[in-house]
Nanobody
Framework: QVQLVESGGGLVQPGGSLRLSCAAS????????MSWYRQAPGNQRELVAR???????NYADSVQGRFTISRDNAKNTVYLQMNRLKPEDTAVYYC?????????WGQGTQVTVSS
């Protein structure tokens, strides 16, 4: 069982930045692909960014060039650096870990972009 705990959400003005963190309980964190998803009210949960166990990354078109996902395997932590935030980035952001058919979710952290 892997527990994921997100932190770093909050209220930020348009154009601002936030960094989300997700700490994993697993000592074998490095073998999992890690992702950030988000879900806005009335919308389906969508993939924001993903980083594989090898460090390869991919991003949703809507955040490409503004968000950066990274991981620190020594700290069992994955990060999402979010720059040039827009009101449409407002959502609950979830951390996700997967390997083969095994998947885990965090509890989510709220990000609100508003003036």
């Amino acid at each position: 069982q892997v527990q994921l705990v997100e932190s770093g959400g909050g209220l930020v003005q348009p154009g601002g930045s936030l960094r989300l963190s997700c700490a994993a309980s697993a000592s074998i964190f490095s073998i999992y692909a890690m992702s950030w998803y988000r879900q806005a009210p009335g919308n389906q949960r969508e993939l924001v960014a993903r980083i594989g166990s090898s460090g390869s990354t991919n991003y949703a078109d809507s955040v490409q060039g503004r968000f950066t996902i990274s991981r620190d395997n020594a700290k069992n932590t994955v990060y999402l650096q979010m720059n040039r935030l827009k009101p449409e980035d407002t959502a609950v952001y979830y951390c996700h870990a997967d390997r083969l058919i095994t998947k885990y979710w965090g509890q989510g952290t709220q990000v609100t972009v508003s003036s």
